[in-house]
């Protein structure tokens, strides 16, 4: 059975970092791309990035490229969203997704929750 | 990376039938046949509904349909029962990563 969970959400100030862990089972890690969709309160999905198979593609949406990093490691299983900068606009349940390998998610973590405030 | 065009809410009575609209560009829907459907019920993680367009993961049931038309794909419920109650979301491959619709509330009255 395929799980994802998803780790590291706290309250942070604004212009703070942090990093998000999400830890995968169930399923050959190192075969499949993944990613971190984010959702505000009351609001919807946004997409925030994603990593290939080996690492070596990186993509990341407008709103948090520059300031988020996202890396994984293959002999641990893990994914991981080094966010820096941050804003009140990243409070967001952040997911992490395992991608089927045509651009659609079967499989997510049951998120971690991210607040930034003062 | 715009977000695809959702009403953001639809509603219909038990037993009736439901369509859900998201409006894209020919940068995504438009241009490939990777539109996904997710429906998510509050407090729940998105759950898979429909993927390239049009196909059914295992689980999932027949009344739900999915097809496109130019820059607009679409998700049509039939038979509406209480537990489709939830958001929708639609989801597009947009050339670099995926780009996600608004999302849909369903009343199902």
């Known amino acids: 059975e395929v799980q994802l969970v998803e780790s590291g959400g706290v309250v942070v100030q604004p212009g703070g970092s942090l990093r998000l862990s999400c830890a995968a089972s169930?399923?050959?890690?190192?075969?499949?791309?993944m990613h971190w969709v984010r959702q505000a309160p009351g609001k919807g999905l946004e997409w925030v990035s994603l990593?290939?198979?080996?690492?070596?593609?990186?993509y990341y949406a407008d709103s948090v490229k520059g300031r988020f990093t996202i890396s994984r490691d293959n002999s641990k299983n893990s994914l991981y969203l080094q966010m820096n900068s941050l804003r009140t606009e990243d409070t967001a349940l952040y997911y992490c997704?395992?991608?089927?390998?045509?651009?659609?998610?079967?499989?997510w973590g049951q998120g971690t929750l991210v607040t930034v405030s003062s | 990376q715009s977000a695809l065009t959702q009403p953001a809410s639809v509603s219909g009575s038990p037993g009736q039938s439901i369509t859900i609209s998201c409006t894209g560009t020919?940068?995504?829907?438009?241009?490939?046949?990777?539109v996904s459907w997710y429906q998510q019920h509050p407090g729940k993680a998105p759950k898979l509904m429909i993927y390239?367009?049009?196909k059914r993961p295992s689980g999932v049931s027949n009344r739900f349909s999915g097809s496109k038309s130019g820059n607009t794909a679409s998700l049509t419920i039939s038979g509406l029962q209480a537990e489709d109650e939830a958001d929708y979301y639609c989801?597009?491959?947009?050339?670099?990563?995926?780009?996600f619709g608004g999302g849909t509330k369903l009343t199902v009255l």
């Open positions: 390239e367009g049009s």
């Open positions: 990593i290939s198979w080996d690492g070596g593609s990186t």
């Open positions: 997704a395992k991608d089927t390998g045509e651009w659609y998610f079967q499989h």
């Open positions: 989801c597009s491959y947009a050339g670099v990563g995926v780009v």
């Open positions: 169930g399923f050959t890690f190192d075969d499949y791309t």
């Open positions: 020919s940068s995504d829907v438009g241009s490939y046949n990777l």
